[in-house]
């Protein structure tokens, strides 16, 4: 599998260090209350299909990715920085 990196080009995923889902970009405000944050650290749906992930690029630039992906067929449809996704 190659993931495109946004600074590097594409790149061998062996390069790249998987961090989960994206959920990450979308964490609640601190006092969002204990049943929003259990939902948030504990309830994922694992539906198979079309993904958001994070990918961290440890073996080149570094810069943290948000990977779309099939997670049955692994195809790689796009890549964008993290700190370019909008919240």
């Keep these: ?20 889902a994206d959920v990450m970009l979308h964490r609640p405000d601190p006092d969002a209350g204990e049943a929003t944050w259990d939902d948030y650290l504990y309830l994922r749906a694992n539906v198979p299909g079309d ?22 067929t692994h195809e790689v449809t796009g890549a964008e920085l993290a700190t370019e996704v909008k919240r």
């Design 1 to 20: 599998m190659r993931l495109p990196c946004p600074i590097c080009g594409e790149r061998d995923h062996r390069e790249f260090y998987y961090q989960g």
């Design 51 to 72: 993904h958001h992930e994070l990918w961290s690029h440890d073996a080149g630039c570094g810069a943290w990715l948000r990977v779309s992906r099939n997670t049955v």
